[in-house]
């Protein structure tokens, strides 16, 4: 948040709104801004650094966050998940591989011992992986299988004689891949592999496994550890592929809480069934997906606020004699950046919605259900609009848009792979798809069966369709800007698509198709079915926002920004309502064109704000075109001429010690 900003109070009100339950640790966030400012200078990682300096200066800067800040533990992922989200949220200024390899460290590696294992796991590992004493990765993905968790390859055999797991890379298939903090300095990982019991497969479970000795950083016998390589991005983790070639390892370093070996060897599991024990194996992802929607939603937050800021400087044209008209005040440029900020703002109240409900997650299966089924949604959509628009901000501002200096194209790369780490978007909305059916099979009383669910999207949603004539034609501001008119098509959208794939699936399966086969035909709809839900919710969240909030001056703007956000997605579909006769071409025009005009009206009246309360603060901000006060001529100008400073700096250091090495005395 820009503290300097003309109308601070408003501003900081706007900022704290826009947090939700963060907003509780305002005073952690500040401290963590004020020491990243005040070691700005040892986390700054200057563009085009080579892949071996880079991973250690993000290594060196993630112990120092989280030993000498130590803003949070990893068991606050349990007890206070807002905490975790706060503070990572507050690094927005920083190289986002610094944030990935804590994340590594405390989420997937120390947050999974934390859910899957017991008091005995804790005691042994959480206390040193707060001091980073045990560096660790999380050693799920295959080359063979990818999101293919299931059937993945590598297995851990029970051996009742030595009362130890042998862990076996089969294939080379098999081969862990992308394990993040393996590469140089990670110690061990959270292994999921089949566990292997009496020659019987009892599905994926999760091990501890230690790879090196952490005082030699010797690789264990039996353990083949590589390099990746350079990456497209987050060049700071250094990321490897790992062999198992008979390991073996104690009994209790298996994750317990759910499936356990005793010490007479007799194997048991607390899920009611082989599938609930692999979806409880698989919970942490679900915290991991939420981070995955927190940080795209940081990073549009500073693409926003590097693009209207430039736009509100740089000039471009106009009529001859006058000033050159400002980029923010052509309609082709207002138009998309003001549809980007109120989409943002939506998604900062789903987020905040998610945050909110992530403790209650795990107390039952259907609320664990629920939650994964909204994460599957919101995770796939915010990431990849996240990248589309990156791309363009940086062509809307230009030249300096493609400067490394301006960040726009380093923070595009680092949100590429969120599209497919922790579950690939196409995947994950599909697992949506198919809740969606099930659940409506379960409100029906039918045991969650698609093929019965079917037979309820054809009955009961037909009757909710509305395609009254008078309410396709009315093109009134008043109708158009009511959010009862939003809240009902985004719900006719949801349903009949919901419709339209329990009928295809059912046409489908009478030609004979397996149910495989059956759902791949029908998968376009499947995933317009996810995408218009996890849109919806979207709506509900900012609506259900702006209705609780009792001060107006907050809740004017955000009225603006739900109003875009509904319109703008009515339009952009609309050849969906058109075809099922929801919507007129003159009505569609109409939406069109009062789109426009609101988001002039956000820009006018609210941009600023909006721009300035966002949870980016100016401190840590250093990117030349999106100073407030500084023109953006000079501040770039200023930064190319101190990065040649320090490479000539850099040059001198060389020669120096250069000289010493030639001067030092062989004469014994």
Known sequence: MNKDSANSSLCRAMYE??????????????????????????????????????????????????????????????????????????????????????????????????????????????????DWKIIGGFAMTEMGKGSNVRDIETTATYVNETQEFKIVSPTLSSTKFWIGNIAKWGHDVVLFAKLIYNGQDKGVHAFVVHLRDPQTMKTYPGIEIGDCGEKLA???????????????????????????????????????????????????????????????????????????????????????????????????????????????VSLEFARNELIRRLKGAFQSDSKREKYHMLVSGVKP????????????????????????????????????????????GTVLLQQMAKSLLVNFARKMGQKGKIKLAIGYAMTGIQKKIDTNPIVIQNTSPYHLLDPKFHKKIFKFWVNKLLFDLGMGVRSSKKKGLTTFAAWNENLLTALQLSKAYTLSFILGEIQDAIESCPNIQIKAPLLLCSQIFALSNIHSNAAFFLINGYLSPKKTRAIEDLVTKLCQKLKDEYAELLIDSSDINDKNFDIPIAKKDVPYIEAMLERVKRAKLKRNKNKKKKKKKKKKVLCVDTTA
Request: with cysteine; glycine share 8%.
């Open 17 to 130: 709104y826009r947090l939700g339950s963060q907003s509780k640790y305002l005073a952690l966030k500040d401290t963590v801004v004020d020491h990243i400012q005040k070691n700005l200078d040892f986390y700054r990682i200057e563009p085009c650094t080579s892949v071996a300096k880079h991973r250690e200066k993000v290594h060196q800067s993630c112990m120092k966050l989280m030993t000498e800040g130590r803003f949070f533990c990893t068991r606050d992922l349990q007890d206070e998940p807002e905490k975790v989200v706060a503070v990572l949220t507050s690094w927005g200024g920083l190289d986002m591989s610094i944030i990935a390899k804590t994340a590594i460290q405390h989420q997937l590696f120390g947050g999974t011992i934390l859910e899957l294992g017991t008091e005995y796991h804790h005691k042994k590992y959480l206390e040193a992986i707060d």
């Open 381 to 424: 959509m915010v990431c990849s609009y996240g990248v589309e628009m990156l791309a363009k901000f940086r062509v809307m501002c230009g030249g300096n848009g493609f400067s490394a200096y301006n960040r726009l194209g380093e923070i595009r790369a680092d949100l590429d792979i969120f599209q497919t780490a922790e579950g690939d």
């Open 234 to 344: 987050w060049n700071g983790v250094d990321n490897a592929f790992i062999r198992f070639n008979g390991v073996n390892i104690p009994r209790q370093n298996l994750l317990n809480r759910f499936a356990d070996i005793d010490s007479n060897g007799n194997y048991s599991c607390k899920a009611s069934s082989p599938n609930k024990l692999f979806a409880l194996t698989l919970s942490q992802l679900v915290v991991g997906r939420l981070l995955y929607v927190c940080a795209p939603i940081q990073a549009l937050l500073i693409g926003l606020r590097v693009t209207y800021r430039y736009s509100t400087q740089r000039r471009q044209f106009g009529e001859k004699g006058k000033l050159e008209t400002r980029l923010i005040d052509y309609p082709t440029h207002y138009r998309e950046l003001m549809c980007v900020l109120a989409t943002t």
